[in-house]
């Protein structure tokens, strides 16, 4: 209930642009945050977290403290839909994010429900309201970036862009700036 309640306050806060204070933030660096601060839970879970900046990631004017939250959901969805020795990796340059996981991906139904308040898939966890995601959709929106999602053939992909309509051919951009999981032996 407690965690419900911190979720649903996180989401009245998303969405209120006035709560938002933007300042010149390193993605790397709260990308580098957020997977420490989900270490355990990595650990606990037996899958590798990675994260890879190209040069040139960027720094932008942002919220530091919703954009942890945004990477911090994204992250420990990956984490906790990773297989035993999955690797999560988390991959930026200069125009998006990517976080990619190993486990099942994403049903194409399930693809257009994704960001919806308290929606859980059939593959959900027990704790939770539905509401990560969402908290997600509201941040990116408050910063006009484009978050979206898709299936791969091993696991699930999120990908925040940073710029407007740079969402054309990122994938290519994602798949060529990965570290190969034999990388991570």
């Not at 959901?73 to 990773?82: D, G, K, R, V, Y």
């Not at 994010?97 to 960001?115: N, Q």
């Not at 941040?139 to 999602?149: G, K, P, T, V």
């Not at 710029?163 to 034999?182: E, M, Q, W």
Request: hydrophobic letters at 45%; charged letters at 25%; a negative charge.
């Amino acid at each position: 209930m407690a965690r419900q309640v911190n979720q649903l306050l996180h989401l009245a806060e998303a969405s209120e642009t006035q709560n938002y204070v933007f300042e010149s933030v390193d993605v790397a660096a709260v990308a580098e945050d957020a997977a420490d601060y989900l270490r355990r839970l990595a650990e606990r879970r037996e899958v590798y977290v990675d994260t890879h900046s190209a040069p040139g990631a960027p720094v932008l004017q942002a919220d530091r403290g919703a954009l942890f939250m945004l990477l911090k959901n994204l992250l420990e969805n990956a984490i906790q839909h990773s297989p035993v020795g999955g690797i999560v990796a988390v991959t930026m340059d200069t125009d998006h994010l990517c976080v990619r996981d190993e486990g099942p991906g994403i049903a194409a139904g399930e693809l257009p429900k994704l960001f919806k308040r308290f929606w859980r898939g059939p593959m959900r966890r027990n704790e939770g309201a539905g509401l990560g995601l969402s908290i997600c959709a509201e941040i990116a929106a408050a910063h006009e970036w484009e978050l979206s999602a898709r299936s791969t053939e091993r696991g699930a992909e999120f990908i925040l862009c940073f710029r407007r309509n740079s969402a054309a051919n990122v994938t290519d951009r994602v798949l060529a700036t990965s570290p190969g999981a034999a990388d991570h032996s």
